[in-house]
């Protein structure tokens, strides 16, 4: 085993401020050399429904002010900054990414958390001018936002931490209360978040009723069943795979839904940037987290005389990447997560090549890089038909699409049924602008890759990309609804 892999971490569940075993556990594994790190308890529906319970009634109970609602999270955010190192380690125990990255995404975590405990203080609601419509000019409304109340928040497993805080920061800042579900594969990151709430709730000067949050594990279709099947799940916020984000919106009715799906984001590269600096970047975005993100650099468009550079360049950067131990210094692929995950990688390459690619470098994956291990590749002559251009690849491929002009390359960065982030690396403003206002995503940036995300900014797709924003402020607004209070003219007694 990786010498500093966690070990013997058999945790349990959160329910109604109680600990709690289920009747089975499944193991966690360390993706790079396949040896236990610990395990969970398998979530009945009886549990599930109990966690839900338990928040409604914590809901109900709650009398927390917007100033203990920030105090909560803030305290939340310094007991994860006190055992960041620890919670690191947890993560790329279970995750497999190199442990640098896990704890740039702990301090985001932290982050997150601040940034959501402010929000908590900034729940305006707006004063409206009723004299705008004649007969009205006496009367008086204004609205006020008002929480939920039970939040469902199910995470995946590509960033464990950050993408819950994401969920429950904000959904607490609301003045909801909360049932997380983790990836079952990286559940003990969650675990240690909610414990780090525990520690929060008990330090602040302010009653935090039991079961304000709650967290289930185990199989996501168990326990993502019995949430949809509870009347009292007023919100659902999922991250995850686009098949099982149709299945919810199917099956929700009239809960409110916040959809981060998969991605299929293309990143332009045109031949008046600079294209070493550009392709940095873009080998960046495509293999952080060994190419896990849903807003990674899928496909990068480049003009035909430009390719060979390009293609050239993109080589330079992903021979300097060092993939290996996520736990050794100096490692920045480490392993896929699971079997699957890598197994669907390795066929989607494989029918890319048997397609006509060319593989300019990379190429290997398993063996002695490591069983889950897939090297960063780059792929030249790819076309909009073969797998890698047309599938979200979530591996750490990078291939190379090259287009006549800049009409085409738009075309093709909207030839997809995904719509989350774009690329575009250009120093023409008109260029720029066109591509702002012509490529159908959630966002498009400019010289940067479709990657780039700050926590505090508003996230989200079109299409089969999902519905919704994430970032805390558009997160806050999900979790809460807005009331129209009205004063008109009384009657005198």
């Known amino acids: 085993m990786s ?25 966690v ?17 009886a549990q599930v429904a109990e966690a839900i319970d338990a928040a409604e009634a914590a809901f109900e109970a709650s009398e ?42 702990v301090d985001r975590a932290v982050q997150t ?47 464990p931490l950050n993408l819950m805080v994401h969920k429950v920061g904000p959904a607490l800042a609301a003045g909801n209360s909360v049932v997380g579900k983790p990836a079952s594969n990286t559940p003990l990151t969650s675990v240690a978040l909610f414990e780090c709430l525990e520690t929060a709730a008990d330090a602040v000067d302010a ?3 039991d079961g304000l949050f709650n967290l289930v594990t185990g199989s996501g279709s168990t326990v993502g069943d019995a949430i949809l099947a509870h009347d009292a799940v007023e919100a659902i916020s999922f991250t995850g795979s686009t098949a099982v984000g149709k299945y919810l919106a199917n099956n929700s009715g009239m809960t409110e839904l916040t959809l981060e799906l ?8 045109w031949r008046d940037t600079d294209i070493e600096a550009a392709a940095a970047q873009v080998v960046g975005g ?33 021979e300097a990447l060092t993939v290996g131990d996520p736990f050794e210094a100096g490692t920045d692929v480490g392993s896929m997560v699971d079997d699957d995950q890598f197994g669907d990688v390795v066929d989607l390459f494989e029918a890319t090549v048997e397609a006509g690619a060319t593989v300019e470098c990379g190429g290997d994956y398993g063996g002695d890089l490591g069983p889950r291990t897939f090297e960063p590749t780059v792929l030249s002559g790819v076309t909009p038909d073969m797998p890698a251009a047309k599938e979200e690849t979530f591996g750490p491929l990078v291939p190379v699409i090259t287009v006549e002009d800049f009409e085409e390359a738009i075309a093709e960065a ?39 995300r700050a926590d505090h900014m508003p996230y989200g797709g079109f299409k089969d990309s999902g519905v919704g924003k994430e970032g805390i402020k558009y997160a806050v607004e999900h979790f809460s609804r807005s009331k129209l209070v009205g004063f008109h003219q009384g009657f005198n007694a």
């Open 207 to 209: 009653s935090v009723p």
């Open 414 to 452: 909207n030839n997809t049924e995904y719509g989350l982030e774009a690329g575009l690396f250009t120093q023409d403003i008109d260029r720029a602008k066109r591509a702002a206002d012509e490529i159908d995503a959630g966002g498009v940036n400019i010289n940067t890759v479709s990657g780039f």
């Open 3 to 27: 010498q500093q892999a966690v070990t013997r971490l058999d945790k349990r569940m959160l329910i109604g401020g109680s600990w709690v075993d289920g009747d089975d556990r499944t193991d």
């Open 286 to 318: 495509a293999c952080s987290n060994a190419g896990q993100v849903c807003n990674s650099v899928e496909r990068v468009l480049v003009p035909e005389d430009i390719e060979d550079d390009v293609v050239e360049a993109l080589v330079d950067a992903a």
């Open 113 to 159: 958390l601040d940034l959501s405990a402010e929000q908590a203080k900034r729940m305006f609601g707006e004063y409206v001018p009723m004299d705008a419509q004649r007969g009205f000019a006496k009367d008086h409304c204004f609205t006020q936002r008002e929480p939920l109340g039970v939040v469902a928040a199910i995470t995946p497993f590509n960033f």
């Open 262 to 269: 998969g991605g299929n984001d293309p990143t332009i590269v």
């Open 64 to 105: 927390l002010s917007a100033y203990e609602r920030y105090e909560l999270l803030s305290a939340t955010a310094r007991a994860v900054e006190d055992r960041a190192d620890e919670i690191a380690r947890i993560l790329t125990s279970e995750q497999g990414k190199p442990l640098a990255d896990a704890r740039g995404e």
């Open 29 to 45: 594994i360390h993706p790079y050399d396949g040896e236990r790190v610990g395990s969970v308890p398998m979530a009945s529906d």
